[in-house]
């Protein structure tokens, strides 16, 4: 059996293990086996970030891939990277990290780019700048620490700078969300707004959000800056 579960090295002796969203589960432990049969030399000592994509994980997932794999090849768990909102939450309670690892733990320099949409129940979290190249569809939800660009169409949630950062700004190349969240503040939108639809740029100023199309998007008698209704997260 050739692996399908793909290393890609990253820095600082961590490696991104990335496991297709389209390898049925029934193959999963076979092809972990064959990775570690073949790339322990690769493993062994290192941390590793385990990208399943949008694929979920449940707790026998979880506690197979430890003992069955991560234990025997001598690597560490950096990260565990799902899309999948209930499986974070599962990882999260069981005390593991769902988040890209820092600049210091050797991982990404802020930025973190996906091709891909987003359907509802999928959610991305990350510390530094998250940019969408695709969809977030309605009912997904993307929380970073500094701003998210999307540069689809922007239906679902959307909260930048969740650790308090009101200097983040949150822009969509079709925005028709009905609501976006910066640092502490939260902005409604309403369907019949102006932007509704639009290239858009969301930003907090003197503590209120506002809205502001996009510099290639903004025509002679357009109004910038239009606030909108806003509260305190």
């Not at 064959?34 to 322990?40: F, I, P, R, S």
């Amino acid at each position: 059996m050739t692996s399908v579960i793909k290393l890609k090295g990253m820095s600082d002796s961590i490696v991104r293990c990335i496991i297709p969203e389209d390898l049925p589960s029934s193959e999963l432990s076979a092809a972990f086996g064959d990775l570690k049969q073949k790339g322990g030399g690769i493993l062994a000592g290192a941390g590793i970030v385990l990208d399943f994509g949008a694929r979920s994980i449940d707790g026998p997932t979880v506690g197979d891939l430890l003992s069955e794999f991560i234990w025997p090849s001598g690597a560490s768990v950096t990260a565990w990277i799902t899309y999948d909102a209930p499986s974070q939450e599962l990882l999260k309670r069981a005390g593991f990290k769902t988040t890209e690892p820092s600049r210091a733990e050797g991982g990404p320099c802020g930025s973190l780019v996906l091709h891909r949409s987003l359907r509802s129940g999928q959610r991305v979290e990350h510390r530094g700048d998250v940019i969408i190249a695709g969809h977030v569809n309605d009912g997904a939800e993307v929380i970073a620490s500094g701003s998210i660009t999307v540069l689809g169409r922007l239906s679902g949630l959307v909260h930048a700078g969740y650790e308090g950062d009101e200097s983040t700004v949150a822009a969509a190349r079709w925005m028709e969300a009905l609501q976006v969240r910066i640092g502490s503040r939260v902005g409604s939108l309403a369907r019949d707004a102006e932007w509704w639809g639009r290239h858009v740029i969301a930003s907090v100023n003197d503590g209120a959000v506002l809205i502001d199309f996009w510099p290639a998007a903004k025509t002679g008698n357009t109004s910038n800056n239009a606030r909108i209704k806003d509260d305190a997260v």
